[in-house]
């Protein structure tokens, strides 16, 4: 994408393109570590939906499904805030195989 | 109507406050600028003023407000002196860089350490690069002027910048002259309309203010903030002339009191210019070729207007009512002297550290300076490039 020139700009550092912050994928920021969702501890409780600071947790009708590794930057609040007895978010390495296949 | 009152440098601005009338005047209280907060509170509570007074609870959450004011599209103003406006110092930046006009007026008073409430440009001068443009003033009359036009240039579409207008703290602030107050609606007339740009209680359009910029474009919005600010003189000499025109006193980026034929010149700001001008007079009947040069505008520095101005001179001695520890002189001192690099033919150059934490200055004082101007101008030499004036050696 073509950045504007300084005269470009709107002046005061005014952002005209509200909601642009999605088109900035803090998932480049993940170093060492991401959550893994493990379905069958999770009761949907949203705790994690609730305090992920990236509005990275998935949600597929109306239920977790868990994350959207694009916005992830793995800082761990989901994992932490996970109520469930036996953790349905547990923090893995990065080159771990996640439960849903992917690779990241 | 207009007519002449007899007030003090802070009731000037306070005056000058009611007649505009902002819509938000958000300030903490300090000396020696108390009285304007203090005046302007009073105005509200007699209903003199429509806009909203809001005293927080310290001047970095004073200018807050200012900042979020003047981001819903609100015409604001504040005022404070020294600690507050150092305070203030992460919130002027951020002003500056939000390209919102906000309006200061700032009574000039010593940074501590050692505390000390008297008059001295420390604060303002440490404030110098935050990005806001400075006016100064040599007394009430120009106090209350300087505050008029600074929201005319810092409103004018091309600027839109911060403005604050210094007047030296008790020397101005704490003493009665006799002032033209210009009627009030006349006063209405001239600042006009703010029309801020992008004003966040527009709720039709979409858009974020101050958000975060990385590498990729924080460079981009410095440079287009440092824009405002190089708009700003043919602004400030527009303003300056309707001024005049106006209400019969024109203001440019500084004074020229008998400098047509002056071979020696002192520079100096704000109140010590009268009593410099005085001297210059008795100089003068001496036989002495002697002017002054007082700058209005420190930022953005005149520079070119200055050395022209300066050029043809053989001795230059600038005065500085504040010190700029480890660096080759005091600000206004580095300024001029490096306006004149480019000429040829250039006067010599001295500066001179005066009037710390209000210490006075007199006729003597700027004679001491002539005598040493003369003695540079006959031999080409300066000795000593910096030295201070009244101090106990």
């Not at chain 2, 819903?72 to 002003?95: C, D, K, N, P």
């Not at chain 2, 958000?211 to 919005?221: C, L, M, N, Q, R």
């Not at chain 2, 071979?263 to 109140?271: F, N, P, Q």
Request: glycine share 8%; net charge negative; hydrophobic share 40%.
């Amino acid at each position: 994408m073509k950045k504007e020139t300084w005269k470009e700009l709107p002046i005061g550092t005014v952002n005209i393109q509200a909601g642009n912050s999605i088109s900035n994928r803090t998932g480049t920021w993940r170093s060492g570590r991401k959550p893994q969702f493990i379905e069958e501890h999770c009761i949907q409780c949203f705790f994690c939906w609730l305090y992920c600071p990236h509005f990275a947790i998935r949600v597929e009708g109306g239920k977790v499904t868990g994350f959207n590794y694009d916005y992830c930057t793995g800082c761990g609040l989901c994992a932490e805030e996970c109520p469930t007895k036996i953790k349905s978010i547990v923090m893995v390495k990065e080159e771990t195989e996640l439960a849903e296949g992917r690779k990241k | 109507m207009s007519g002449f009152k007899i007030l003090n440098g802070n009731q000037t601005i306070a005056e000058a406050a009611r007649q505009i009338d902002p819509d938000v005047v958000a300030a903490y209280p300090i000396t020696p600028s108390t009285a304007i907060v203090e005046t302007i509170a009073q105005f509200r509570a007699d209903g003199l003023i429509s806009g909203e007074f809001v005293c927080p609870e310290s001047e970095h959450s004073a200018m807050s407000v200012c900042i979020g004011a003047a981001s819903a599209g609100g015409r604001v103003m504040t005022a404070t002196s020294s600690q507050g406006l150092a305070l203030m110092w992460e919130m002027l930046y951020i002003a500056a860089g939000l390209r919102l006009p906000i309006v200061a007026a700032i009574a000039n008073r010593a940074l501590s350490a050692p505390i000390n409430i008297h008059g001295d440009h420390s604060d303002t001068m440490g404030a110098r690069d935050s990005g806001w443009i400075q006016v100064y003033s040599e007394n009430c009359q120009e106090a209350y002027d300087n505050f008029i036009q600074a929201f005319r240039i810092g409103e004018h579409p091309d600027v839109l910048t911060p403005v604050l207008v210094g007047l030296d703290g008790f020397i101005i602030s704490h003493s009665s002259e006799v002032v033209q107050i210009e009627d009030d609606a006349a006063v209405k007339k001239f600042i006009g309309e703010f029309k801020p740009p992008y004003p966040l209680l527009d709720t039709s359009r979409k858009f974020t203010v101050g958000s975060i910029d990385f590498t990729d474009y924080y460079f981009e919005h410095k440079r287009s903030q440092i824009e405002g600010i190089e708009n700003s003189p043919r602004v400030i000499a527009e303003v300056g002339r309707e001024f005049g025109r106006t209400f019969g006193r024109s203001y440019g980026f500084f004074e020229e009191y008998r400098m047509d034929d002056a071979e020696l010149a002192i520079v100096v700001m704000s109140s010590a210019a009268g009593t410099g001008k005085d001297a210059v007079d008795e100089l003068r009947n001496e036989g002495l070729q002697i002017g002054l040069l007082k700058p209005r505008i420190f930022r953005p520095f005149p520079h070119e207007q200055i050395g022209e101005a300066l050029k043809k001179t053989k001795a230059v001695a600038v005065l500085d009512r504040s010190s700029a520890p480890g660096a080759f002189g005091a600000p206004l001192f580095t300024e001029i002297r490096s306006a004149l690099y480019d000429y040829d033919k250039r006067p010599k150059m001295v500066n001179y550290v005066y009037g710390l934490g209000g210490r006075d200055i007199r006729i003597e004082h700027f004679k001491d300076v002539a005598k040493k101007l003369e003695t540079i101008a006959a031999t080409g030499k300066v000795d000593e490039m910096l030295g201070y004036l009244n101090l106990r050696e």
